[in-house]
């Protein structure tokens, strides 16, 4: 079960050790190093890792028994070790909250979102958007068809077969770039509750709407260019996770979700720029809890547009070289390379490979966060 340590100069009476059947074990994995002795003593490595479940989700009964693992050999996250952790079997999960403890827990700790002062593609609630003339389309067809506020009319459940996307208004709409802009005053969190670590946690992922994502800026050294219309697209989900022990009501870690990646050491990368502003998002009140499965059925009324499966956005390519092409040009010779680099580090969405799906369609819906 990992390795135990003890404040007194003797060992453990044996008869405070007792042995576990495997059939209530999982195995574990090194997850967060608490220790290393490299910049102490180079020759002699010896690091200390704390260690989780190498299976973790809503549907996971793997437990985290809190112990730890030593070894002389060097270690990353992720890797499988050759310890265990234990398997909750009690299907009642009776250690997770109730509705009215959920509400409890949003009110205290829900922290507010606050968007960047020069953001101008704002937040706002599903249904607005929908209201407001976004459309259903279907592969073949050019016209697209209106979506009601409920999306009760969106095709449900499947998969992402590629077949259906979501768009803005048509251009000739007067009312399409109001949509681009979003409506930050019916903005709300979408709230989905779910064990996690065998029902000895809650994890309380929160989600945000975004009618359209602006384009991405790099940042080269002190320069910063835009890209155009690079990282464009409708229909932004993002998120983030609170998570709650069940033996004391604690809140025990915060998951931010990142949309961006890519860096190189002449601090060449996306820009994530975090400022305050008279725009928020108070979670702690206006929040809606959309799902809550282990509740038992009809407890949360899953609202329709849930069961969308598909694109909340359509297909668009970038010509991303083009666009860092252009900034190439205007950079020192000896900062190129890294410059040129960005084209294979940019995540894929950026360049509009394809419409960004709803949070059913996240891994981390059924998964762990990556913690």
């Known amino acids: 079960m990992g390795f135990l340590a003890t404040v007194e100069p003797n060992e453990p009476d044996p008869d405070e050790v007792r042995c576990v059947r495997a059939d209530l074990t999982q195995n574990c994995e090194a997850c967060e190093m608490m220790f290393s002795s490299d910049s102490l003593f180079p020759k002699n490595q010896f690091q200390v890792w704390k260690t989780r479940p190498c299976k973790r989700g809503m549907l996971c009964k793997a437990v985290s028994v809190g112990t730890f ?121 979408h709230v989905h509750v779910k064990p996690a670590l ?59 979700s990142e949309h961006s990646g890519g860096s190189t050491k002449l601090g060449v990368g996306l820009r994530n720029d975090c400022a305050r502003s008279k725009y928020y998002v108070d979670s702690s009140s206006k929040y809606h809890i959309v799902a809550a499965e282990y509740l038992g059925e009809g407890v949360v009324a899953e609202p329709p547009w849930l069961q969308y499966m598909r694109e909340w956005g359509p297909t668009i390519i970038y010509d991303g070289r083009s666009e860092v092409e252009k900034i190439i040009k205007h950079l020192p010779f000896f900062m190129r390379f890294s410059v040129e680099s960005l084209i294979e580090l940019f995540p894929t969405e950026l360049y509009g490979e394809a419409g960004p799906t709803g949070p059913k369609e996240k891994d981390n819906w059924l998964g762990d966060e990556r913690w």
């Open 69 to 189: 693992f030593c070894s002389t050999t060097s270690l990353s996250s992720g890797d499988e070790l050759n310890i265990a952790c234990l398997k909750n079997l009690d299907s009642s999960l009776h250690a997770m909250p109730n509705l009215e403890q959920i509400h409890a827990l949003i009110k205290h700790y829900g922290p507010t979102v606050y968007l960047h002062p020069d953001e101008i593609y704002l937040p706002s609630s599903v249904t607005w958007f929908f209201m407001n003339g976004a459309l259903l389309y279907k592969d073949g067809k050019n016209n697209g068809t209106a979506i009601n506020s409920k999306g009760s009319n969106l095709p449900a459940g499947g998969e992402n077969d590629g077949e259906y996307w979501l768009d803005l208004p048509n251009k000739d709409d007067a009312n399409r770039t109001n949509v681009k802009c979003g409506n930050i005053e019916t903005a709300k969190l």
């Open 198 to 256: 065998g029902g000895t946690f809650t994890d309380i992922a929160m989600w945000i709407f975004c009618p359209f994502n602006g384009p991405a800026t790099v940042k080269v050294g002190l320069l910063s260019f835009t890209l155009n219309k690079v990282g464009e697209h409708v229909g932004d989900w993002e998120h983030y996770t609170l998570r709650f022990s069940n033996f004391s009501g604690e809140l025990w870690s915060v998951y931010f």
